[in-house]
């Protein structure tokens, strides 16, 4: 109560935010008069006005007003739009570094062209994030004519533009593109061997559109590039055999966390299937250690069956398993679940079968967009994720006023007993409404329900068009012609479409789809307008769009989302939520306290009850889930903080390498340094000469220089550390001479990068299995983080000692017995997948660039041979050699010569 009454007194944050920035405001009107009479060229002509000035030292704020009335006026001759006073403070907003929360319809794409402009001219670029393609490609249009007015450079960045042309793209002043082309570029620029070949520059300015899908829901898939690693699918299959017929008694699901778990029961007849298979020996147990990669399989199995659905989940099309994406009800292009989870969908749905892939790179979305020195956002729903925006990203959320109140009647929600009562009742009041010829957006959370209405409506002859991730390709379309009089859409949820629905229906797609069937001449576009205008003022009578919502999602801004579709612009419109005890939010989360109530009450199968109550209960479960799911993120976060801090300094030594031209004095100091930690290894410091491991320092020092090193009695350990260096660097001498200066610092300059990277990839892969198991430690009393921090920091200690030696070991047994063909050769693209991994399961693999290859399908067995390398998959650098010579496979077949 008292901060109710705090907030009516002294205003909230937001309303601090909006006040302070009313001057600018107010300055950027009064100079709209001035910059109107403006000639075309005179209006360009600002634009080099403002680089002069910002070359001189002025500041980027001393320019601030001038140049959003500059881009207002560009917009009305170039665009015939004219920014409203709201969508310039959305502007300032932006401009300051803090997240613009506007409501649907008001305008965000022309919104991020002031703040985009402005930003330009210092030429150090400015990235606008899009949540897919269709929109990178719409605003980079649309908006690029504004920049163009100004001889300001515009890029697009998506799926397919070309690895050749990408750098080019990052040269633009304003590069438009998705989060995960973004993404991918670094992580691909990190994998690359030649300076000339990275495309992008340094990160200045980024404003993200839809700033909660991308910074919110999609934070917990890490963006990964993967390699194949090879091994068998038939173990896919085999198991997929014994999760597929567990009974109900063998398992036991839990629905909110996503887990199951066998019983006693069926760990004991798992057990026993396994064996009989010959895929564990009849003398072990199932979880003995060296059958964990088989429990391991059988986990990921049952998940498979028992937790992901099909046309909930995922989708099968053309023979491949699709993830669907439950925020924005889209198929997830490319992407593929981690840790043999996809793989086991496709052997439950009986479809080819891919390989596991490697990771060679990755980085959450969180440490992406950290790096930009100047980061903002805008959507229409942020405040609900204000703290998490603000203790992660330092973006401060402002909600900025609608242009025109909203008028827009959200009704209570009512909620019956079962699905079925449910459903009738949502048919029944569509029929009611249809009637009117009042347009309807019913949002649905899945692919199987948006079809079980569409069945329905079908049933009562109601016309009607279903968008979902089946029939994503039409999006744009169907949303545009969801406003017409007497439509009828069905649509997943609403997240991130990015196309307005207006009443009437939106001219321009009206327009071309009348286009398709004949040639139109002025007159009949004009009467297409006319008619368009009409129909629009007949929906205002009777009430605007009505949102109908199926179920509740687990996040309130979805549901946000979805009302927001109706009432844009101060039109008329209408939102209604029908719910059931047997929705998978209520059943999961909040359906005791609910059932209970609902029970003394005595309803009915086929009676609602509607209350506030219900509604604050609601929220209450989603609530929970929102917390839930943001302590998942931040726990993802503090683990990849971790791999973070050591991925910063692997990818500046990438960068250093690349630049550096020279590296035979770098190559001594390491030898240098090498060897002293070689002496004082085998000859402590204050020990007797007795205890001396003369032998084995000798031995050692063949092993990694190829030398026999003759060491007397009478040396002092100063006297071997010194003959030792001599010797060593007599040896990088005579191949400097023998192969020329410039051909040896390129060998070795290629050396540094190639053991670097293999490295890297290994100690990513060990990464990976310590974060696996890491919870664990919990059982034994001890913070899984800190164990984290302190196992991983050992590993990396590790890693750069072993870089040091196998640098060496390589460079001293260097043969160059042909010409050094070109660095860029050495960029692998081949079998190299881009993907997403979710921090409990997801992960994806994205085609991208046009150079990145998808790995053939494997059916056969995988029959290893020791004489053949290539079937022997992935070797821990520590184990025996699969050739059979009993040496470690580092000093074998895995030595970097």
């Known amino acids: 109560m008292l901060k109710y009454i705090a907030r009516k007194i002294f205003g909230n944050r937001t309303d601090k935010i909006v006040k302070s920035l009313k001057p600018i405001l107010n300055e950027v009107n009064k100079l709209e008069e001035k910059i109107s009479i403006l000639s075309d060229n005179e209006l360009k002509a600002k634009t080099l006005e403002f680089k002069e000035k910002l070359k001189k030292g002025a500041s980027i704020d001393s320019i601030t007003s001038e140049a959003f009335a500059v881009v207002r006026e560009t917009a009305k001759r170039v665009l015939g739009e004219r920014h409203y006073d709201v969508q310039i403070l959305g502007g300032l907003v932006l401009h300051k570094g803090m997240i613009s929360e506007m409501k649907t319809g008001e305008g965000k794409t022309l919104v991020s062209s002031l703040p985009a402009y402005l930003n330009s001219l210092t030429g150090k670029g400015v990235h606008i994030v899009t949540v897919n393609d269709y929109l990178a490609k719409r605003d980079s249009e649309w908006m690029g004519k504004i920049y163009k007015f100004h001889d300001l450079s515009v890029g697009c960045l998506v799926n397919d533009t070309p690895e050749e042309e990408r750098k080019k793209v990052y040269q633009c002043d304003i590069v438009y593109g998705t989060n995960n082309e973004f993404g991918f570029d670094y992580l691909r620029d990190n994998l690359k061997h030649n300076i000339k070949s990275l495309v992008q520059r340094e990160f200045n300015f980024a404003i993200i559109d839809e700033v909660d899908s991308i910074l919110i829901d999609e934070a917990r898939t890490p963006l990964i590039i993967s390699g194949p690693s090879f091994s068998s699918t038939e173990l896919y299959v085999k198991i997929n055999n014994i999760a597929s017929i567990l009974h109900d008694d063998e398992y036991e699901l839990d629905e909110k966390n996503k887990t199951v778990l066998l019983t006693d029961k069926g760990n004991e007849r798992c057990e026993k299937l396994i ?71 496709e052997a439950k749905e009986n479809v080819s079968i891919q390989q596991e892939n490697q990771t060679l790179a990755s980085i959450t979305f969180q440490n992406y967009f950290r790096m930009y020195p100047k980061l903002s956002g805008m959507t229409g729903t942020a405040i609900t994720e204000a703290q998490e925006f603000l203790s992660i990203y330092n973006l401060e959320v402002v909600q900025i006023p609608t242009n025109i109140p909203v008028t827009r009647v959200d009704e209570h929600d009512v909620i019956y007993k079962t699905e079925n009562a449910k459903n009738n009742a949502i048919i029944s009041e569509v029929e009611k409404v249809h009637s009117k010829k009042q347009p309807i957006l019913i949002g649905t959370v899945s692919i199987e329900k948006s079809e079980l209405i569409s069945k329905l409506l079908k049933k009562k002859g109601i016309k009607h068009k279903v968008l979902n991730a089946k029939f994503h390709e039409q999006e744009a379309e169907i949303i545009a012609l969801a406003g017409q009089l007497g439509a009828v859409t069905i649509a997943t949820n609403m997240a991130g479409r990015g196309t307005d629905i207006k009443l009437g229906g939106n001219e321009e797609v009206v327009i071309k789809e009348k286009l398709g069937e004949k040639n139109l001449n002025e007159r009949e576009i004009d009467k297409i307008k006319q008619q368009v205008e009409s129909d629009r003022k007949k929906m205002l009578d009777i009430g605007g769009l009505f949102v109908i919502g199926t179920e509740r999602h687990e996040s309130r801004r979805i549901d946000n989302q979805l009302r927001g579709r109706s009432g844009r612009q101060g039109d008329a419109g209408r939102t209604k939520f029908f719910l059931s005890l047997e929705d998978d939010l209520m059943r999961i989360f909040g359906s005791v306290k609910i059932g209970n109530f609902l029970g003394k009450l005595g309803l009915k199968d086929d009676e609602a009850i509607e209350h506030p109550w219900i509604n604050k209960s609601l929220a209450k479960a989603q609530q929970k889930v ?144 310590l974060k696996a198991g890491i919870n664990l430690r919990a059982y034994g009393q001890k913070d899984p983080l800190n164990e984290y921090k302190f196992e991983a920091f050992k590993l990396f200690e590790d890693m750069f000692l072993e870089l040091d030696e196998n640098i060496i070991i390589t460079c001293a047994k260097i043969q160059i017995s042909h010409e050094l063909g070109d660095m860029d050769n050495l960029d692998s693209s081949d079998n190299v997948f881009e993907t997403k991994k979710d921090y409990n399961l997801l992960s994806g693999q994205k085609k991208s660039g046009g150079n990145v290859k998808t790995p053939n399908v494997v059916n056969n067995k995988f029959e290893m041979d020791p004489k053949n390398p290539a079937t022997w998959g992935k070797i821990s650098r520590n184990a025996l050699c699969p050739c059979g010579s009993s040496k470690k496979y580092k000093y074998c077949h895995g030595s970097i010569i």
């Open 275 to 345: 064996k009989d298979m010959g895929l564990i020996k009849k003398d072990s147990s199932l979880y003995d250690i060296e059958n964990m990669d088989v429990v391991h399989h059988l986990n990921q199995a049952i998940k498979a069956h028992k937790i992901f659905k099909l046309d909930t989940d995922y989708i099968v099309k053309e023979g491949k398993v699709l993830i669907i994406d439950e925020f924005t009800g889209r198929i997830m292009d490319g992407r593929r679940y981690s840790e043999g989870l996809h793989q086991a969908i």
């Open 626 to 769: 929102e917390s839930r799911n943001y302590e998942i993120r931040k726990n993802l976060l503090k683990f990849d903080d971790v791999m973070n801090e050591q991925r910063k300094v692997i990818y500046e030594q990438r960068i250093q390498i690349m630049k550096e031209q020279k590296f035979d004095d770098i190559l001594i100091d390491k030898v240098h340094i090498h060897n002293k930690y070689l002496i004082d290894k085998f000859v402590p410091d204050k020990s007797y000469k007795e205890e001396w491991q003369i032998k084995e320092l000798i031995h050692e020092i063949h092993r990694i220089y190829n030398i026999n090193l003759v060491i007397n009695d009478d040396l002092s350990k100063k006297d071997i550390l010194k003959n030792l260096n001599d010797e060593t660097s007599k040896i990088f001498k005579v191949k400097k001479d023998e192969f020329g200066e410039d051909i040896f610092n390129e060998a070795l300059k290629r050396i540094f990068l190639l053991t670097l990277d293999q490295l890297w990839k290994e100690h990513l892969h060990a990464l990976d299995r």
